[in-house]
């Protein structure tokens, strides 16, 4: 491995980072616009000709942009553990990465990182919640089976994008069309009621579950067309609905659920321990349907932190309750490891 200089370990991280962000070849404009190199984008420019021959980044087919290569990644993990950083998972980390280089991880990683390997099996992500007693939609493995209107939904952190209904299997014939090359999908039930995504913390210092607040998620263009009336709809050109999310809309439930609510989450957590060693622990969402019957269906969980705590940067009002402070999830997760650091048990919270 080739000896570099400060400078362009600086440039090499910020492409990384930026590639990371966003899984698309990183150009020296970008790197010039968005992080503070103080350098001219000409000297950007110079020193990613020479990291790409050094073998650090590899070209693109499709934009004159680079992207990071295997030594690339494996130096930045080193001057990752040399200034003793802590990884965070998120979505899009687990997307670009991938689960099997972030199992190899040898940076100190928040959470258990084993576990997100059941979230991502859609078979065993669905027995450990039938398991914890939760109420999930039918799932469809095949079209000739669909008797009911299903929501048809592909894997990825591509929030939302491309999902689409289907009431027989002639419907989803014709929708999938839409969408050549796309394997990596599941057929799911669709339910009638209000979405709402449950945001929990598990401290395994002091066997706690907190609820940190709760959200909805708005939705393009489905949501916008929920404000038409059908007699007006017609007026519209042809619109197929999509489920991109585009915001995220902060939810104070009706407090009659709430017994519901942190009975699930404490079920869950106790699953979680007959999956993995140490279970489950840290941020989580469980991503719910409320049907007007009063039931609670569970779609999907995220063994994590989610986009959806983003209203509550200055806590909800279930972390007031707590907190005499602003309580995001962010500080919720640097205060645990703080406090596992004073009581000197920081590999009780690093997986």
Known sequence: MIDLVARQIQILRAIIEEFISTAKPVGSDTIDKKFNIGVSPATIRNEM???????????????????????????????????????IPHASLIEY?????IEKFKVPYYGNKH????????????????????????????????????????????????????KNEKDFKEKIKHHKGEKDYVMQEYIVGVPMFIHYFYSPLNDELEVMGFDKRYESNVDSLGRVSARDQIALPKVDPSYVIVGNIP???RESYLPRIIGMGENVIRESKKLVKGGLWGPFCLETIMTPEGDIYVFEISAR??????????????????YNEPMSTGRRIAREIK???????????LG
């Open 49 to 87: 000709v020479y990291l790409t021959k050094q073998g650090y980044l590899q070209k693109s087919h499709i934009s004159a942009g680079r992207i990071p290569t295997p030594l690339a990644l494996r130096l930045y993990v080193n001057e990752l553990m040399k200034e003793k950083v802590i990884f």
């Open 251 to 253: 939810i104070v439930v």
């Open 115 to 166: 576990i997100l390997r059941f979230e991502s099996d859609r078979n065993i992500e669905r027995k450990w919640l039938k398991n914890a007693g939760l109420k999930v939609p039918k799932l469809f493995e095949s079209a000739k089976d669909i008797d009911r209107a299903v929501i048809v939904k592909f894997h990825g952190a591509k929030g939302g994008k491309g999902y689409f209904l289907a």
């Open 97 to 101: 990465v991938g689960l099997d280089n």
């Open 339 to 349: 406090n596992a650091i004073k009581k000197k048990q920081l590999t009780m919270i």
């Open 305 to 322: 932190i989610v986009a959806g705590t983003n209203p509550y940067i200055h806590g909800s009002p279930y972390t007031w309750l707590r």
